[in-house]
């Protein structure tokens, strides 16, 4: 044990006990809440102050600077916040808001972590315990309400019982497959008391995946085998891969057996794509006729760390059921075999399970593949790519194309940039062709239920998570709508992000959709143009409007080279109107 530590921790909570008013002995339900924070090693949380956070936010402040509250504008946007943090740090995210509409507006963000596998934890303040019934303001059954998006929840009845909640939340989020929890604090129980050495934690389950396990020895040893015996494997990888950050295990994977590397959209960036061995995305969205041909072409598939969902298989046409030997690596059990007969199932950690299998093929290296096929079919895919994407990527055709966006953005973005995508417009065009040229997390995409308005808060986010590199938010302007009002957090925080809004003045990817299927009949989806960069500007952002294609590369560059905030409005072509590298769009 670390003596001076411990006697600091215990003479902050005296200290933090006198000024709530408790002995010395026994600390207040905030204190309690916040110590185990500190336990847990919580460094950043974001939220929305309310009545009943008072308590709360009484402790925060009692901390100082060794957690940093970063103040959002709404409870969802603070929670998309610390979705991206947690996704960046490999550490639980953590948002905090009050009750009633508080805990309901912080639900959407917890449903897309929860779906994608990333520890949020969302601390409610609730109504006093002894006021349930009586019809009190903002009365709400807060554990009902987030049952169903989350691994563990709990409204803490009495002050003795926080500390245990919090110890189950952190060991629920982080451990197995990773996801969400939920503690609610009422009032009354933040401002009781219980004893002050109740405090501890274990400080490893605040990073994720934590207690890490591995498939059985004889079932690596039958996917090293089908590994041996085959000509033509290809590798396809989702963001399990990037939260076990096990992306240069993948790596060294594919240069053993010489296997092609083709990316889920959460997955991007995993291999750097001027890598040799890097196909592209894989899937209905964002992919390319020369990457979905190279799935066909494998006589083996080997999955690691995705769910092999709709997009993934192409709706199970790419791969056909049982047409291919598969292996699939995912922490999680239960999507193993879930929509395809799987050869070898290998449900374990990512890094530990990639680790074991290559000193497998490693033992028995003349066996391994030596087929030149990965290589030939990346540079295929490769050549079709560029031709699709040449097409588009120098023209100066007022609306602008998006592929001479993306085209702008390689040109001017640097090579550790982060990007947090918006759904919609920007996802299918920075899938398909903007090429990642590091390898890691340099890509956030919102893919589980899809909703808009994550990019812009998401920045905030993957500031704090990553102060030093640069940061860049796309979105569509149908996606600016949802989340504007913070424009104000990152004015007021001065961050020295770079928001890119694309303008058509419609819900694109709806639009689109009628076009392609219900012949153009347009309903409901249009808007008017809005001037995006006069609203940033009011907001305190420096901002340019881009409306030929020959002042994109200036604009680009001179935002993202400012010491502060900026945003670039780009009033674009419009979905309709563009070759979408879409599946059902391109064929």
């Not at 000024?19 to 309690?32: D, E, F, K, M, W």
């Not at 919102?446 to 979105?475: C, E, N, Q, T, W």
Request: one cysteine or more; glycine letters at 10%.
């Amino acid at each position: 044990m670390n003596i001076p530590k411990t006697r600091a921790k215990q003479a902050h909570l005296a200290e933090s006990a006198e000024a709530s008013g408790a002995t010395a002995n026994r600390i207040s339900g905030s204190v309690a809440a916040v110590s185990m924070l500190q336990e847990f090693g919580v460094k950043h949380i974001f939220g929305v102050c309310g009545d009943t956070s008072l308590p709360f936010y009484d402790a925060l402040r009692s901390v100082g600077n060794s957690i940093r509250h970063v103040l959002a504008r709404d409870e969802r946007c603070a929670a998309y916040m610390a979705d991206v943090y947690a996704r960046i740090t490999g550490r639980v995210g953590v948002v905090e808001g009050p009750s009633g509409a508080g805990a309901t507006y912080m639900l959407p963000g917890i449903v897309e972590a929860q779906g994608t596998t990333i520890p949020v934890l969302a601390i409610t303040s609730d109504i006093p315990v002894t006021g349930r019934d009586k019809f009190v303001l903002t009365e709400c059954d807060q554990e009902s309400l987030f049952r169903p998006f989350t691994k563990y929840t709990r409204v803490v009845e009495q002050a003795t019982c926080i500390p245990t909640a919090f110890r189950a939340a952190f060991t629920a989020m982080t451990s197995g497959t990773p996801g969400t929890a939920h503690i609610g604090l009422p009032y009354d129980v933040l401002k009781a008391d219980l004893p002050a050495n109740d405090v501890w934690g274990d400080p490893t389950l605040g990073q994720y995946p934590s207690r890490p396990q591995q498939p059985d020895d004889d079932k690596l040893e039958a996917a090293a085998e089908l590994i041996r015996t085959s000509r033509r494997p290809i590798i396809i990888t989702g963001g399990g891969t990037l939260h076990a950050m096990a992306h240069m295990e993948l790596i060294q994977l594919a240069e053993i057996i010489n296997a092609p590397v083709g990316t889920t959209i959460s997955a991007k960036g995993t291999i750097a794509e001027t890598h040799e061995l890097a196909l592209g995305t894989i899937g209905t969205n964002g992919s390319t006729p020369g990457a979905r041909d190279a799935v066909r072409e494998s006589d083996l598939v080997i999955y690691v760390g995705c769910r092999v969902g709709s997009v993934t298989s192409e709706k199970g046409a790419n791969p056909v059921n049982g047409e291919k030997p598969i292996i699939h690596i995912d922490i999680d059990p239960i999507c193993i075999g879930a929509n395809y007969k799987t050869d070898v199932a290998l449900p374990g950690h990512a890094k530990l399970t990639l680790a074991a299998l290559i000193k497998k093929l490693e033992a028995r290296q003349d066996r391994s593949v030596q087929s030149g096929w990965g290589r030939e079919a990346v540079c295929r895919a490769k050549d079709i790519r560029r031709a699709l994407f040449m097409k588009h990527a120098a023209s100066n055709d007022v609306p602008i194309y998006p592929e001479r966006i993306i085209a702008e953005m390689q040109k001017a973005l640097p090579d550790d940039v982060i990007v947090i995508s918006d759904p919609g417009t920007p996802t299918p065009y920075l899938c398909a062709f903007y090429e990642t040229r590091q390898s890691g997390r340099s890509f956030i995409f919102h893919r589980f239920h899809g909703g808009l308005g994550f990019s812009l808060p998401g920045v905030v986010g993957a500031y704090f998570a990553a102060p030093g590199r640069k940061i860049v938010g796309i979105m569509g302007d149908g996606s600016f709508g949802f989340s504007s009002g913070e424009l104000e957090t990152i004015s007021r925080l001065n961050l020295p992000v770079t928001l890119i809004v694309i303008n058509n003045a419609s819900f694109g990817w709806i639009k689109a959709g009628q076009q392609q299927s219900y012949g153009g009949r347009f309903f409901g989806v249009d808007f008017s143009k809005s001037d995006h960069a006069a609203i940033a500007a009011a907001y305190g952002l420096k901002t340019w409007k881009v409306e030929r294609p020959e002042q994109l590369a200036g604009a680009l560059s001179n935002a993202i080279a400012s010491a502060g905030p900026t945003l670039v409005e780009i009033i674009t072509r419009p979905l309709e109107q563009s070759e979408v590298p879409v599946t059902a769009y391109l064929g």
